[in-house]
């Protein structure tokens, strides 16, 4: 069997923050699935705006893995705002960070979902079962494992984001995915941590159980742009461009390096990263 949950949020209450391209992310990725890998219209469940709360998304995922076994393929995709909050369960010990994504109902008190949150459904996984996980959202290139990051690099990486969301708006009419968290959480790296901290991944206990794409490295805005004569993410639109012009015959290593290049060819800045066991990086995607 093969099943898929999509989830697209254009729409946040309550901020200044909307975006455009999130929902044309996931029927763009609804097409591909359908008409490229045999998935049936009746196991892709969709979730948008305002059914995408952070219980629907959580329960969706949970739902997705318990209904799918041995020999299946299972696909998550998120399009929409991402971004970083202090570690509260203290097993961030170097940057004291959780990655997160922001569903519809989204406040900074605690209706997020955080990396810690995939860890834990991730966990789950049946052996045999094959999961495509995609997050086009800033910050994705930690989504779904943990991330320790040099605080004078965090300071760096964060000045250079500044000017980067300046260019994209003047140059490309790109809205950053991308929600500011409050002062006491932006500052969260100062007078806390030390200074020689260096990457750790889940995986270097355990081998990671399944694949993540992920629209840009953690340091990096992911751009929700007018791409292919309407809005969309930049980097789901050249993924499913790509499939497409292959007729879904490519694989991962193939794909990644066919959409680093298209997003660089345009004035793309963001960096996308593939994560996986080194030997389903030449297999086809979504198999």
Same mark, same amino acid.
């Not at 000045?159 to 991308?178: N, Q, T, V």
């Not at 990671?208 to 751009?223: E, F, G, I, T």
């Not at 309407?230 to 050249?238: D, E, L």
């Not at 990263?273 to 198999?287: S, Y």
């Given at each position: ?7 697209g ?7 200044? &923050? ?9 029927? &763009? ?21 305002? /059914? ?24 998550? =995709?998120?399009?929409? =705002? ?11 010990? %170097? ?15 605690g ?40 605080r004078?690099?965090? /300071?760096?990486? #964060? ?40 990457l ?9 159980? =399944? ?13 929700? %742009?007018?791409v ?5 993410? %930049? ?11 292959? %007729?879904?015959r490519?694989? /991962? ?11 660089? =060819?345009?004035?793309?800045s ?6 996986? #066991?080194? &030997? ?8």
């Open positions: 069997m093969k099943r898929a949950l999509l989830v949020i254009n729409d946040y209450p309550g901020t200044q &923050n909307d975006l455009q391209g999130c929902v044309n992310d996931i029927t &763009n990725l609804y097409d591909v699935l359908v008409k490229y890998f045999g998935f049936a219209s009746t196991d892709i469940v969709m979730l948008s705006d305002k /059914r995408a709360t952070k219980q629907a998304i959580l329960e969706g995922l949970k739902g997705l893995i318990a209904k799918s076994g041995a020999g299946d393929s299972a696909v998550f =995709h998120y399009s929409g =705002h991402g971004s970083q909050v202090r570690d509260t369960e203290g097993d961030e010990l %170097a940057d004291g960070l959780d990655e997160i994504i922001c569903p519809w109902d989204f406040d900074w008190d209706t997020y979902i955080k990396d810690d949150d995939f860890a834990a459904i991730f966990s789950e996984l049946k052996k045999g079962l094959s999961l495509e996980v995609i997050l086009d959202s800033c910050h994705s290139g930690t989504g779904t494992r943990e991330m320790i990051i040099d004078t690099s965090l /300071r760096d990486q #964060q000045a250079g984001l500044l000017d980067e969301k300046a260019l994209w708006a003047s140059s490309h009419c790109i809205r950053p995915r991308f929600l500011a968290p409050p002062a006491d959480i932006a500052l969260r790296a100062d007078d806390i941590f030390g200074d020689a901290l260096k750790r991944r889940i995986g270097e206990e355990g081998v990671l159980n =399944h694949v993540l794409w992920a629209a840009c490295r953690s340091d990096q805005y992911s751009a929700d %742009a007018d292919g004569g309407r809005p969309g993410g %930049a980097f789901t639109y050249f993924f499913c461009k790509h499939i497409r012009d292959t %007729a879904g490519v694989s /991962r290593t193939d794909l990644i390096k066919l959409v680093r290049a298209s997003l660089k =060819h345009e004035g793309f963001q960096v996308p990263q593939l994560e996986c #066991q080194e &030997n389903l990086k030449k297999t086809g995607v979504f198999v």
